[in-house]
Antibody, heavy 120, light 110 residues
Framework: QITLKESGPTLVKPTQTLTLTCTFS??????????VGWIRQPPGKALEWLAL???????RYSPSLKSRLTITKDTSKNQVVLTMTNMDPVDTATYYC????????????WGQGTLVTVSS | SYVLTQPPSVSVAPGQTARITCGGN??????VHWYQQKPGQAPVLVVY???DRPSGIPERFSGSNSGNTATLTISRVKAGDEADYYC?????????????FGGGTKLTVL
């Protein structure tokens, strides 16, 4: 059974850096083709893809947010970390950790999500 | 960048068929995936690669994709199908490949 769980602060101040950790189980990020990524959803709005890291450490970022994002993995701990710099109130959203299967360009499994509020 | 366009809302009576569209330039050349999201919950994959269903998804959910429009069809709609639905593609056509989501469609069961 594949599970993913997000952890990190629920409140950050404007200009601060957000660090979110995804801890997963039921699969290995060493398996060829597998990826773990992040998607966010502002309250009442649509889903927005942020970043994805592959089993081979290849990384992909949303073009509009690329300068602010960094994604890394620790395969031994089954964790993926996303950092987003220079947070702004418009970044207030639920952040989801996601699993990409080895043979598809879609999200097969989602974490429960964590709501991050940006406010002074 | 690639844009996916969905109608904001679709309404249907129980037992009828709901069709939710996703428009994009030559979307028929891409693989389209669909997610269902109920209030307060994470999205769930209901159709992938245009028309395949994950294990556990009822046969009432089906998909098609051709030309500039992909469609999610829900047959014999039930009250429990009321949710937001999002289409998604992998856009590899630009210099910066990325995952693209539509704006979402709220399905209301009358």
């Amino acid at each position: 059974q594949i599970t993913l769980k997000e952890s990190g602060p629920t409140l950050v101040k404007p200009t601060q850096t957000l660090t979110l950790t995804c801890t997963f189980s039921g699969f290995s990020l060493s398996t060829s083709g597998v990826g773990v990524g992040w998607i966010r959803q502002p309250p009442g709005k649509a889903l927005e893809w942020l970043a994805l890291i592959y089993w081979n450490d290849d990384k992909r970022y949303s073009p509009s947010l690329k300068s602010r994002l960094t994604i890394t993995k620790d395969t031994s701990k089954n964790q993926v970390v996303l950092t987003m710099t220079n947070m702004d109130p418009v970044d207030t959203a639920t952040y989801y950790c996601t699993h990409r299967p080895s043979s598809g360009w879609y999200v097969q499994y989602w974490g429960q999500g964590t709501l991050v509020t940006v406010s002074s | 960048s690639y844009v996916l366009t969905q109608p904001p809302s679709v309404s249907v009576a129980p037992g009828q068929t709901a069709r939710i569209t996703c428009g994009g330039n030559n979307i028929g050349s891409k693989s389209v995936h669909w997610y269902q999201q109920k209030p307060g919950q994470a999205p769930v994959l209901v159709v992938y690669d245009d028309s395949d269903r994950p294990s556990g998804i009822p046969e009432r959910f089906s998909g098609s994709n051709s030309g500039n429009t992909a469609t999610l069809t829900i047959s014999r709609v039930k009250a429990g199908d009321e949710a937001d639905y999002y289409c998604q593609v992998w856009d590899s056509s630009s210099d910066h490949p990325n995952w693209v989501f539509g704006g979402g469609t709220k399905l209301t069961v009358l």
